[in-house]
């Protein structure tokens, strides 16, 4: 309860915002890769790549944001440190190192205690606010902030979790080897004497008062809300009306920093493309293979045309495409088309959740090329391009 927590965390999107304006004049960015991953990707770059802006990055490999970094932190992955991990099921797992990490690599966890001991950080009794020093002290150091809490990891060890498999939580007294299945008592968190916060509108993200929460569900059942619909902040309008939308493909994982680097994954899914229904193709004048443009009020894409099964009027691009393994580097030239879905992508988020929206722009689709001269465009691409990456 020392913590100041009279303000929900300032979320991703907010804090682009924060650098934009220039009241936030430091980012460390660990684990991920805003400069493909984030929407509107040109206005992102031009945040990260502010002068008055110390860029951070804490990675694997020289990704698109490590380029516009100004300081690069090389970090260990999984096989090369120690640590548990938890699974949506509630499976924690405890994952040992396997190999020493090469170069300069560190694990995250030194990382941060290395920061930690030159900020010299220390609590109101004086001694080292970090007391934790190796990922088993730090796992202790967890285990008391569950204590008592739903997610309690109390009764865990690395000395259990050694065993044939994971343990699920909650693991205490009560439930020395994990708790398979929650609810059988019909007991939830969801209590208005238990629950950690009281929720939020739905449409305006507007957070619910005690008093609000409780009149609504005085015996804490479980609770399923529905939204009423709201139609997209930007709707197309013009011919052909086209939505597009954003996702996955199983060959890759978020901007492909490890899996474009894996031969077999890479060689499944090289390239990005762009779905879209018969229908919509020949109104278009594309077909099967031809390169098309894509165009919203951000940015440009180019992108291999597939004609699938896809909704009328819907358009999807796999998003994880960015420029680590192409010319283009860090992005494309200011005038020139891009590879990255997210370069098409709005500025916005859900209120409640914050999570940026990526499935409502409003998108144009014309021909460049035929697939003849398409596939002889990417083959001269691939000749080109840098397959190896930095460690």
Same mark, same amino acid.
């Given at each position: 309860?020392?913590?100041?927590?009279?303000?929900?965390?300032?979320?991703?999107?907010?804090?682009?915002?924060?650098?934009?304006?220039?009241?936030?004049?430091?980012?460390?960015?660990?684990?991920?890769?805003?400069?493909?991953?984030?929407?509107?990707?040109?206005?992102?770059?031009?945040?990260?790549?502010?002068?008055?802006?110390?860029?951070?990055?804490?990675?694997?490999?020289?990704?698109?944001?490590?380029?516009?970094?100004?300081?690069?932190?090389?970090?260990?992955?999984?096989?090369?440190?120690?640590?548990?991990?938890?699974?949506?099921?509630?499976?924690?797992?405890?994952?040992?190192?396997?190999? $020493? @990490? &090469?170069?300069?690599?560190?694990?995250?966890?030194? *990382?941060?205690?290395?920061?930690? +001991?030159?900020?010299?950080? %220390?609590?109101?009794?004086?001694?080292?606010?970090?007391?934790?020093?190796?990922?088993?002290?730090?796992?202790?150091?967890?285990?008391?902030?569950?204590?008592?809490?739903?997610?309690?990891?109390?009764?865990?060890?690395?000395?259990?979790?050694?065993?044939?498999?994971?343990?699920?939580?909650?693991?205490?007294?009560?439930?020395?080897?994990?708790?398979?299945?929650?609810?059988?008592?019909?007991?939830?968190?969801?209590?208005?004497?238990?629950?950690?916060?009281?929720?939020?509108?739905?449409?305006?993200?507007?957070?619910?008062?005690?008093?609000?929460?409780?009149?609504?569900?005085?015996?804490?059942?479980?609770?399923?809300?529905?939204?009423?619909?709201?139609?997209?902040?930007?709707?197309?309008?013009? $011919? @052909? &009306?086209?939505?597009?939308?954003?996702?996955?493909? *199983?060959?890759?994982?978020?901007? +492909?920093?490890?899996?474009? %680097?894996?031969?077999?994954?890479?060689?499944?899914?090289?390239?990005?493309?762009?779905?879209?229904?018969?229908?919509?193709?020949?109104?278009?004048?594309?077909?099967?293979?031809?390169?098309?443009?894509?165009?919203?009020?951000?940015?440009?894409?180019?992108?291999?045309?597939?004609?699938?099964?896809?909704?009328?009027?819907?358009?999807?691009?796999?998003?994880?495409?960015?420029?680590?393994?192409?010319?283009?580097?860090?992005?494309?030239?200011?005038?020139?088309?891009?590879?990255?879905?997210?370069?098409?992508?709005?500025?916005?988020?859900?209120?409640?959740?914050?999570?940026?929206?990526?499935?409502?722009?409003?998108?144009?689709?014309?021909?460049?090329?035929?697939?003849?001269?398409?596939?002889?465009?990417?083959?001269?691409?691939?000749?080109?391009?840098?397959?190896?990456?930095?460690?």
């Amino acid at each position: 309860m020392a913590i100041p927590h009279y303000t929900a965390p300032t979320h991703a999107m907010q804090m682009m915002r924060y650098v934009e304006d220039g009241s936030l004049r430091l980012l460390w960015v660990s684990g991920t890769n805003p400069a493909v991953s984030l929407p509107e990707l040109r206005r992102i770059r031009s945040i990260l790549s502010q002068e008055r802006l110390t860029l951070v990055a804490q990675d694997l490999f020289l990704t698109e944001t490590a380029q516009l970094a100004d300081v690069v932190l090389p970090a260990a992955t999984w096989g090369e440190k120690t640590g548990t991990f938890t699974n949506a099921d509630r499976t924690v797992h405890l994952s040992e190192k396997a190999v $020493e @990490p &090469p170069g300069e690599a560190r694990p995250d966890l030194d *990382i941060f205690l290395d920061y930690a +001991r030159r900020l010299d950080l %220390r609590g109101k009794d004086g001694t080292p606010l970090v007391h934790w020093h190796d990922p088993e002290s730090a796992f202790d150091a967890w285990k008391e902030c569950t204590r008592g809490r739903p997610c309690d990891y109390t009764g865990l060890t690395y000395d259990k979790l050694r065993g044939d498999s994971g343990i699920q939580w909650p693991c205490n007294e009560d439930a020395p080897d994990g708790t398979e299945r929650l609810y059988s008592d019909g007991r939830f968190w969801a209590h208005p004497n238990e629950c950690e916060n009281y929720g939020r509108d739905l449409v305006t993200g507007a957070p619910k008062n005690a008093q609000e929460y409780t009149a609504f569900n005085p015996e804490g059942r479980a609770m399923l809300k529905g939204a009423p619909y709201l139609p997209a902040h930007e709707r197309p309008d013009h $011919e @052909p &009306p086209l939505h597009l939308i954003t996702g996955r493909t *199983i060959y890759h994982f978020h901007t +492909r920093t490890k899996t474009g %680097r894996a031969p077999e994954l890479n060689a499944a899914a090289p390239e990005v493309w762009v779905e879209m229904c018969a229908h919509d193709a020949s109104a278009a004048g594309v077909t099967e293979g031809d390169l098309a443009e894509i165009t919203t009020p951000r940015g440009r894409v180019r992108a291999v045309v597939r004609l699938t099964d896809i909704r009328r009027g819907v358009v999807f691009i796999p998003f994880h495409y960015g420029y680590w393994d192409s010319p283009a580097g860090d992005g494309p030239a200011e005038d020139a088309a891009g590879r990255a879905a997210n370069e098409l992508t709005l500025t916005d988020w859900d209120p409640v959740s914050k999570q940026p929206i990526f499935k409502t722009a409003a998108a144009r689709v014309t021909r460049v090329a035929d697939s003849n001269a398409a596939t002889t465009a990417r083959n001269l691409a691939d000749r080109g391009s840098s397959k190896e990456g930095a460690r």
